[in-house]
């Protein structure tokens, strides 16, 4: 499984855009780009995936460099309700499995 | 959205008795599941996958026959911590996921348990 490297921790002002930066310089071909969060004292939440091109949803959008060494999760507008510590992770192509790293703590502040 | 259950959410155990675990998908059948736990400050650790009427496969470095798991429906699996000591005291995290192991599988996580073993 392919390693990523994020910062430790990042600090955003409430209601403006946050972008949660990853390193995965050794992504095979056939994986994914996963982004979880989790809360204190609760089980991680999905956030968004993808693989080569960016992405968006209602809680987030996934931008993925070309060569796919790296990717940036895009919050548009933090609010206090999403401090938690974001989790990017190259998934396995052949079981499925995550392999968490130390992920971000994302401060909000009003 | 799926949901996954895990019950109990929190419990205290005396070292040397053994503490079932249940995780639950409510709403969509879970073909595979994976259990992690954390320690304080920590990131999560993969311990096993479980996938439904086969044995699980298990991390390197983590005890089979200490965490035993069971995946015997695709709503339930369960771990079982035997004879649990003071160092197993961690937060037990399930997950499920409804394909068996795609790269494009979405994980649903629960809620959590918190083990203290005094």
């Known amino acids: 499984d392919a390693k990523t490297t994020q910062p430790n921790s990042m600090e955003s002002n409430e209601e403006e855009p946050v972008h949660l930066p990853c390193n995965h310089s050794t992504i095979s071909g056939t994986d994914y780009i996963h982004w979880y969060r989790q809360l204190p004292s609760q089980g991680p939440e999905y956030v968004i995936h993808g693989l080569t091109s960016n992405v968006n949803n209602r809680m987030a959008s996934l931008a993925i460099a070309e060569d796919r060494k790296s990717s940036t999760l895009i919050l548009h507008r933090a609010t206090l309700r999403d401090a938690a510590v974001y989790y990017c992770i190259t998934g396995s192509s052949n079981t499925g499995k995550l392999i968490f790293g130390q992920g971000t703590t994302l401060q909000v502040k009003p | 959205g799926a949901v996954v259950s895990q019950h109990p959410s929190r419990v205290i155990c005396k070292s040397g008795t053994s503490v079932k675990i249940e995780c639950r998908s409510l709403d969509f059948q879970a073909t595979t599941m994976f259990w992690y736990r954390q320690f304080p400050k920590q990131s999560l650790m993969l311990m096993a996958t479980?996938?439904?009427?086969?044995?699980?496969?298990?991390e390197q470095g983590v005890e089979k026959d200490k965490f035993l798991i069971n995946h015997a429906s695709l709503t339930l699996s369960t771990l079982t911590v035997t004879s649990a000591h003071p160092e197993d005291s961690s937060f037990y995290i399930c997950?499920?996921?409804?394909?068996?192991?795609?790269?494009?599988?979405?994980?649903?996580f629960g809620p959590g348990t918190r083990l203290t073993v005094l």
């Open positions: 997950s499920a996921s409804q394909d068996r192991g795609k790269a494009t599988d979405t994980q649903y």
């Open positions: 479980s996938n439904e009427g086969s044995k699980a496969t298990y």
